[in-house]
């Protein structure tokens, strides 16, 4: 009994110090991909005129705010970015919401969350997801529109948000998406629906890192029946 005691707090303790050391790691994971994706996306191949005209546009906003960042001056960084985010909130308000501007929705967002400006950036993320709901690119949308939610207090729409990016056929970190729709669930005390989740990201992703991790949750969370 008291080994069984001793396990289940070792456990609940490294879960813990996971999430407290990594807490801006998961947070900005998908962020960090945003950008990049922002950065590269002029040299994909497309054969739309507004989309070509839309990546030029973004191009040239992130080459001029990345010189200002390698001048390593504050001064010019803030205003830098205070620039980025004011033309990129000019561009999607001519243009609309669609296709062509869905990377300029993740960019501003992704600043915003950067800033931590939660309200902000998840409104950004889910105009972003509602541009093309199909695309791997909502999926990261919905994604960290579930982090804003939880940064906000909101875990219900939270795990809305988690479950939709784990249902998009074309995302590619759907156990990243279970297990945070997995936690949420042990937040909203729906225990018996998180074993389920995590046992799915177990059984579906045995060899990805987040399988590791279900595998702690789902022995704490049975040492309690």
Known sequence: MANETEEKKSLESKFENFFSKTKYIWISLLCIVV???????????????????????????IFNYEKAVSSMDQDSVANAESKLIENLETYVASKGKNKNTIRVYMTLASKYMEKEDW??????????????????????????????????????????????????????????????????????????????????????YADDEWANLAKSRIIYLNSDK
């Open 119 to 204: 309200q902000k950036s998840l409104d950004n993320w889910q105009t972003a997801a509602a541009c093309d709901k199909k695309s791997y690119l909502a999926g990261i949308a919905e994604f960290n529109s579930g982090v804003c939610y939880e940064q906000l207090g909101d875990l219900e729409k939270a795990l809305a948000c988690y479950e939709k990016a784990a249902g998009n056929k074309n995302f590619h970190l759907v156990p990243h998406a279970l297990f945070s729709q997995a936690r949420v669930l042990e937040a909203l005390s729906n225990t018996e629906k998180a074993v389920e989740v995590y046992t799915k990201i177990v059984d579906t």
């Open 35 to 61: 950008v990049a994706l922002a950065v590269i996306v002029t040299v994909l191949a497309v054969s739309s005129s507004q989309k070509n005209k839309a990546a030029n546009f973004l191009e040239d906003e």
